[in-house]
Nanobody, 119 residues
Framework: QVQLVESGGGLVQAGGSLRLSCVVS????????MGWFRQAPGKEREFVAA????????TYANTVKDRFTISRDNAKNTVYLQMNSLKPEDTAVYYC????????????WGQGTQVTVSS
């Protein structure tokens, strides 16, 4: 079993930055594809970013490309999402995810952290 715990959410003004963190426990962290999804009020959950277990393959949604950066520190069992130039439409609950082989349909999810961007 894999446990994912996110942190770093909060309230920020448009144009500001936040960094989300996700600590993984329960299994070998290095073997998992890690990702971030988000869900805004009244909308479906959507993919944000993913990173391979080695860190050399990155995938981003078009809506966040060039503003968000995903990274991981396997020694700390942690994955990060650096969010810059935040927009009100980035407001959502952000979920950390993990899976052995699929970045688009992950098997493990965290509880989520709220990010609110004010205009």
């Amino acid at each position: 079993q894999v446990q994912l715990v996110e942190s770093g959410g909060g309230l920020v003004q448009a144009g500001g930055s936040l960094r989300l963190s996700c600590v993984v426990s329960g299994r070998t962290f290095g073997g998992y594809i890690m990702g971030w999804f988000r869900q805004a009020p009244g909308k479906e959950r959507e993919f944000v970013a993913a990173i391979s277990w080695s860190g050399d393959s990155l995938t981003y949604a078009n809506t966040v490309k060039d503003r968000f950066t995903i990274s991981r520190d396997n020694a700390k069992n942690t994955v990060y999402l650096q969010m810059n130039s935040l927009k009100p439409e980035d407001t959502a609950v952000y979920y950390c995810t993990a899976d052995r082989s699929r970045w688009d349909r992950p098997n493990y999810w965290g509880q989520g952290t709220q990010v609110t961007v004010s205009s």
